[in-house]
């Protein structure tokens, strides 16, 4: 999944690593020493409710560094 876009955005520096747990809680964790933090949000099926799911939520809550958020394509 990362691949097309490593390729296409070559010049953006990106980390991963894989960890156990809480998505909302690992992502907070990372973002103490991130410069940015990119979430995905969900799709919009009905016109009306949350769009923002839990870990999003959380991180935009909580992550010292700023926070994107972007919608799933």
């Not at 296409?8 to 909302?24: C, D």
């Amino acid at each position: 999944m990362r691949s097309p876009w490593r390729k296409r955005y070559a010049g953006v520096e990106v980390e991963a690593e894989t960890v156990v747990g809480s998505s909302a809680y690992q992502l907070v964790e990372a973002s103490q020493t991130a410069r940015l933090v990119i979430v995905g949000r969900r799709s919009r099926t009905v016109p009306l409710g949350p769009h923002l799911g839990h870990t999003a939520h959380a991180v935009i809550h909580h992550s010292p560094a700023p926070v994107a958020v972007v919608p799933l394509t």
